[in-house]
């Protein structure tokens, strides 16, 4: 996913179309609810591909699902008739000039669009078992899902995370798990479960830190009150340690009396 998004801020424009044809293919399979990381099948992957030239309804070819390899087609179609026109109107315009002009018809390619999982779950707490890569997977997957039920699906999956430390069935692919769990958030059928236990840490936790944090605030407010109340009676900030601490005045003859 790093790579892709890189790709898409390229200087060549091809390079832009290209990854920004790659993530709208996974978008458009992630919201009709494939699971894009699911093992593929060698065969049907050749087959689709040979077909997605002549069938429009076929869903992939290799990385770019039917729709976006038509956009990317159209766009090169376009950029082509750029040149032919140039070459018809003005034979005699010189190669370099037709190629700036091209280059700067096609450079102006919009770069590709910011998915809405970008903003929509930037807020989320993620596994930190996950990957950089694989939350931003996760993300995608969790458009599907209602904005309210979405910390709820990820808490399952944390949950899920931690059963595994007391003897759970061990959980290989990760995102597989995931998908399987916003599928069911799409679909009305998900109930917390495990998740409930991490909400409830998470929450305690954010208690605590807000009651240490109001501790904190409150000593501070007092030695602020104190030094007011020393320089207020004239007294130096060292004579009033001396005397919270017990200690006599500095200066003072100790009492000899038994």
């Known amino acids: 996913m790093a790579f892709l998004r ?31 990381l699911a093992p593929a099948n060698g ?5 689709e591909a ?5 069938q429009a309804g076929a869903r992939r070819y290799f990385s770019f699902s039917a729709a976006v390899l038509a956009r990317l087609t159209n766009q090169d179609q376009k950029s082509k008739a750029v040149g032919d026109r140039l070459r018809i109107l003005s034979p005699q315009i010189s190669k370099s000039v037709r190629s700036s002009y091209i280059n700067k018809t096609t450079t102006t390619t919009d770069p590709p669009p910011a998915s809405n999982a970008d903003a929509g779950c930037a807020s989320l707490i993620y596994p930190h078992r996950l990957s950089a890569n694989q939350r931003d997977i996760a993300a995608r997957y969790l ?17 899920r995370f931690r059963a595994e430390r007391q003897g759970a ?33 998470r929450e305690r936790d954010a208690a605590a830190a807000a009651h240490q944090r109001q501790e904190a605030a409150a000593r501070a407010r007092d030695h ?22 017990g200690m006599p005045p500095r200066g003072a003859k100790p009492d000899r009396r038994s």
Do not use: W
């Open 143 to 159: 458009e599907r899902v209602d904005a309210g039920q979405r910390q709820a699906v990820l808490d399952e999956l944390e949950g």
């Open 6 to 36: 890189a790709a898409g801020r390229h200087h060549h424009a091809r390079v832009r179309k290209v990854a920004a044809g790659v993530l709208a293919s996974l978008d458009e399979e992630i919201a009709t609810g494939v699971d894009v």
């Open 169 to 201: 069935r061990p959980i290989y692919d990760e995102l597989r798990y995931l998908h399987h769990l916003c599928s069911r958030a799409h679909s009305g059928g998900f109930q917390p479960n495990l998740g409930i236990k991490v909400q409830e840490a």
């Open 224 to 245: 602020r009150r104190r030094l007011e109340q020393v320089r207020a009676g004239g007294e130096s900030p060292l004579a009033e340690a001396r005397r919270l601490l």
């Open 43 to 47: 065969m049907e992957r050749r087959l």
């Open 50 to 54: 040979a077909q997605a030239v002549h």
